[in-house]
């Protein structure tokens, strides 16, 4: 073997030795920025969470990135949406991470998605249906009443995963719930007037908000699920949408604008900027803030 | 709302009706009549019946909240996920993926007369393909965690000449300790960046000149790699690959043992929330025994060579992926560049019909290629490649030593062969391309080749995941 490559091996060995962090906290890597605001609130300061993708990606497309692959290799735990939402990119992370402790069927390994019930489970599955998902509609923190759920399976699990710290976990996971369905009795009076209103959407990704606070979504700006729309399509909705006019067009963070401002113009009704996840505007600077930011914003425009 | 029910009504009434347009008595008609009004009402009966079970399903469903959140879950067991391929022992199939790829070429020069000048001819891999259309390469890929330790991939890739050929079949470890993991049988080696890549993630038809002259396309390892990842926040992979090495540039060796090593590192990082990148180092060592090669001589003569040595490779590759906020839905932005570069030092044999001479043979042969991909809207891309290759000067102790002339080794004559390729093409959705591909290849030195290429490539089945 060549001698100047075993010592480069050599030095770049000692280098990393040298580097890596001493271990504190239960280091989390999660998928989407709601899950590891999640993390975050039922954890405290016992978990390190890095969040793999912002309220501005599109999670259906991502990259198995290196800085990726190196946070799924030193994780303890990875929170998932699931129902095949990662699929293009998180087995890959999980294969390449070189990592046990997160694979599929590990305490390490958590889906969201997991503990709900999904909306939209269709009863067959073809490509020609666009971007499907065979489990069910994916977007499932929008209901905030899933967030509870979701809060409660992944206490439970962060006291299975940190067994030494299950008591610090159980604490806050009843403080959360305690605010939580609270906060759940004000966001839901606040949006009483919502009910019964139509609106337009990009993706089906919205479903569960719309179901929750009872807003009728009359119409998709995409076609098909994950399938830019054509300009006949758009020439229809126009026609369609003229002659029953929706209250809102609904465009989230990471959407682009450019179809939905075209539509606005066309048909004259208002498009509301959504955060979808936490950081998608400036008010969505926690879960709670997620959703007082998306009601307001939704009563803000319609009053 | 109920095709089946309607066609069994449509087809009920065609059949009665044909019976009625015979020759028949008043009273078969009335019959018949009422027998046809029997069956128009109970089938509205059982289409009522089942619409009011719809709705009152429907209400129930609205009714229920979304889950029950009440009862706590209780502490981890394996969340119960819907089986995938139908339940039963069909639920442990594999996943599945095709892709279909084909394409059509016009190519100026002849490709049976393909070349790349001043290297040792590599195999099947090099030249642009046949002209016309060609049904180039359908992959089937089958893939699986074997167990709670295991992962196994087999591709298969069938070719336009009918051939079946297995370019991956590997297991890789999921459970070793700190970083670890092991994949063993067949597998693309490591090395560079777009080794590893199968060709239908290409993101032109066909592989950099430096890939065709110094690996014959791809490096595949009948081996074993371990690969360790670094326990830090940078991305940092080592790996050591060991093998037959019986690819070229290497070749059978008529002993036990293995023939060879590669050790590849891997450095990545994101800089921002819109640009990631990844750059690496690698260095393959391999034996060759006898790898022969025709050539002609000076006159025209047939010949063959055959090289025997020591073939050593250094790879550096750098590669660099821009989406503004990492959303690539809209536009995104790839550049990659490798630069490869061989020394072989040995014995080349020359037989000729004559005499069967060998002496020592000593070369360092390099090349680079820099490409980049820009998505100007959601489904369209365009990229330009520059491919460029250095020969060398090749020290052939038969030349050195004046018992031949250098002009015997046709294939040897140092060049430098370059290629310019632009690329566009169309993403119907995320399993779907169609791609327009020019190039002016400079590779046989004497004759630019324009070549025009059409493809299309088409992926069923599982979601497939890409490396970065």
Known sequence: MNRSA????????????????AQAALRVLATTPEWAALTRELGGDKVDVYAATSAFQDVHRVD??????????NADMVVAAGADLEVGWLPILLRESGNARIQPGNPGYFEADASLRLLE????VDRSMGDVHPQGNPHAHLDARNVAIVAAALTARLKAVDGADAPYYEARGSDFQARWKAALARWEAQAAPLKGMPVVVIHRDQVYLCRWLGLIEVAAIEPKPGVPPSSSYLAELVTRLTATPPKLILRNAYNDSKAVDWLSARIHVPVVLLPYSVGGTPGAKDLFGLFDDTINRLTGVTK | MFPFLRANTLCGVAFIALLAMAPAHASEVSELRAQLDALKSDYQAKIQALESRLAQLERQVAATPPAAAAAEP???APAPSPPAGGGGANAFNPAISVILGGRFAQLDADPASYRIAGFMPAGDGVGPGRRGFDLGESELTLAANVDPYFFANLTASLSGEDTLSVEEAYLKTLALPSGLSLKAGRFFSGLGYLNEVHSHAWDFVDQPLVYQALFGG??????AQLKWLAPTDLFIELAAETGNGERFPGTHLAHNGLNGAALLAHVGDDAGDSVSWRAGLSWLSQRAENRAFADVTDTGGAVLDAFTGQSRTWVADAILKWSPHGNANLRSFKLQAEYLQR?????????????ALSDSYRARQSGWYLQGVYQFL???????????????????????HAVLPLADFGALAPATPSRVSAMFDWNPSEFSRLRLQYVWDDARMDVRDRQLMLQYLFSIGAHGAHKF
């Open chain 2, 218 to 223: 791809q490096l595949a390892q009948n081996g």
């Open chain 1, 121 to 124: 489970i269709p009863t067959a």
């Open chain 1, 6 to 21: 075993c010592a480069a091996m050599a030095i770049l060995i000692s280098m990393v030795a040298a580097a890596t962090p």
């Open chain 1, 64 to 73: 198995a990135k290196p800085s990726l692959v190196a946070r799924a290799r």
């Open chain 2, 378 to 400: 959601p489904r369209w891309r365009f990229g330009a490649r520059y491919d460029s290759l250095d020969s060398g000067d090749p020290a052939i102790g038969l030349v050195q």
């Open chain 2, 74 to 76: 209780p502490p981890f």
């Open chain 2, 343 to 355: 020394t072989e030092d040995g014995q080349l044999a020359f037989a000729s019909t004559q005499q």
